[in-house]
Nanobody, 127 residues
Framework: QVQLVESGGGLVQAGDSLRLSCAASGRTTFRTGAMGWFRQAPGKEREFVAAITWSTVYTHYADYADSAKGRFTISRDNALNTVYLQMNALKPEDTAVYYC????????????????WGQGTQVTVSS
């Protein structure tokens, strides 16, 4: 089993920044795969935010939802087994529970490919 633990959420004002972290640990801290961030706002379905490939060998690739492009940056630290989501210029519509997800399948994934999920961290953006 792989455990994912998110941190870094909080209450901020519109225009502020936050950096979310997701630390992976467990039986297999996968050497190759992908990590992603999703979010779920009250009354809405969970949606894709960003993803990044995970490998100690291959070039990494990143992908973003349209709502995240230009404002959010996903990055990783292989040594720390941690993936980050830097969120700038936050808007009230970014308010949601943010979830980290992981998979041992190498690639850029936006949905059901992820087998590991964190518990989520709340991000609230006030206007």
């Amino acid at each position: 089993q792989v455990q994912l633990v998110e941190s870094g959420g909080g209450l901020v004002q519109a225009g502020d920044s936050l950096r979310l972290s997701c630390a992976a640990s467990g039986r297999t801290t996968f050497r190759t795969g992908a990590m992603g961030w999703f979010r779920q706002a009250p009354g809405k379905e969970r949606e894709f935010v960003a993803a990044i490939t995970w490998s100690t060998v291959y070039t990494h690739y990143a992908d973003y939802a349209d709502s995240a492009k230009g404002r959010f940056t996903i990055s990783r630290d292989n040594a720390l087994n941690t993936v980050y989501l830097q969120m700038n210029a936050l808007k009230p519509e970014d308010t949601a529970v943010y979830y980290c997800a992981g998979t041992e399948r190498y690639g850029i994934w936006r949905g059901n490919e992820y087998g590991y999920w964190g518990q989520g961290t709340q991000v609230t953006v006030s206007s």
